[in-house]
DNA sequence: ATATATATGTAATATTATAACATCACTTAC
DNA sequence: GTAAGTGATGTTATAATATTACATATATAT
């Protein structure tokens, strides 16, 4: 099982992570052979910064702020396209916004635990949900290619309960 | 394991089927105490007709074939939450669209398989998964409320390899 | 230095969804 | 049977998300 549920839920040193995380995807694009460029680099730190979703006119505001120049829908969106290409950012379809992918490069098929409440969004991969998933299907003579997994409910920190881990 | 597979794959009495399903879901109104006008009743047959999933738009314009005046998106949409509300349509978010439920009233979590060719959408539910989520959540310390699961790939008809079943 | 491919700019618009307020239609109580 | 109250729909406008088409700019390789 992997999962950035502990980088998500506690407390981390925000700025290490994020560098070693865009030190990374400069690696990952070097290796395909495609560019990084200033605008998709921005996009991809922001999807990665506080673990919270932001949908493309978010992003844009945001860039807004940093850039000197307003940033138009179309550049967002191919930006975000190129990420998600690389598999460095993931879709989050119920709530229509992106998130940066805690373990890109890994070959792995996600569940999206969002939180109700703060909505960060960590990650979980387990191959099993896969298996059985795969078992599933295969009964209904269904050939399973992907997956979509959002899970809604409370993060450890807005649980009232018990805030342990 | 729940499913309506064969239902969605298989040739089957179109009529007869709805007729059942729409006789049904009155009860389910009746017992709820709320009202299955006609135009709610017309969206939630086009929802179960074909078992494919459509998109508000889309049900606005077939609507306007069957009935004289055209309907408004408002309209649309609020057809759509309240059979949503009372589990007699599921949401894809995937697609942006809309099917009827095969099982309503059952308390249940699903898992929708979506052809990618043909575009039918069949509804798995398997107390398996939803085990295994609560087991996966649990020991990151998130609290479960509810899921979206959805799967791509070929449904067997649209699968080249066999077509049995 | 030029040709090619890649990336972004720009304007317009498509698609999906909702807000705000008016009207209509059913239900219930009197 | 009518008025009051609730629930449903009509109407207009607009918000939010996403894409198309075409022009321009930037980088890369020859």
Redesign the pocket.
């Known amino acids: 099982m992997l999962t950035n549920a502990r980088l998500v839920y506690q407390p981390h040193d925000q700025v290490r992570i994020l560098n070693a995380a865009i030190s990374r995807a400069h690696d990952i694009c070097e290796a395909a052979?495609?560019?990084l460029?200033?605008?998709?680099e921005a996009i991809l730190k922001l999807l990665w910064q506080g673990h919270q979703p932001m949908?493309?006119?978010?992003l844009q505001q945001q860039l807004a702020k940093v850039?000197e120049?307003?940033?138009?829908?179309?550049?967002?969106?191919?930006?975000?396209?190129?990420l998600i290409d690389l598999g460095l950012v993931h879709?989050i379809?119920s709530?229509?916004?992106?998130i940066g992918c805690p373990f890109p490069s890994s070959e792995h098929s996600n569940i999206f635990m969002i939180c109700e409440k703060c909505n960060t969004v960590a990650e979980v991969s387990d191959k099993r949900v896969n298996n059985l998933l795969e078992a599933i299907t295969d009964k209904v003579g269904f050939k399973l290619h992907s997956q979509t997994i959002e899970l809604f409910g409370l993060c450890p920190n807005c649980e009232p309960g018990d805030s342990d881990e």
Chains 1, 2 share one sequence.
């Open positions: 052979n495609v560019r460029t200033p605008t998709r949908g493309a006119y978010q850039s120049k307003p940033i138009a829908p179309p550049t967002i969106y191919r930006a975000i396209e190129f879709r379809h709530l229509n916004a992106y």
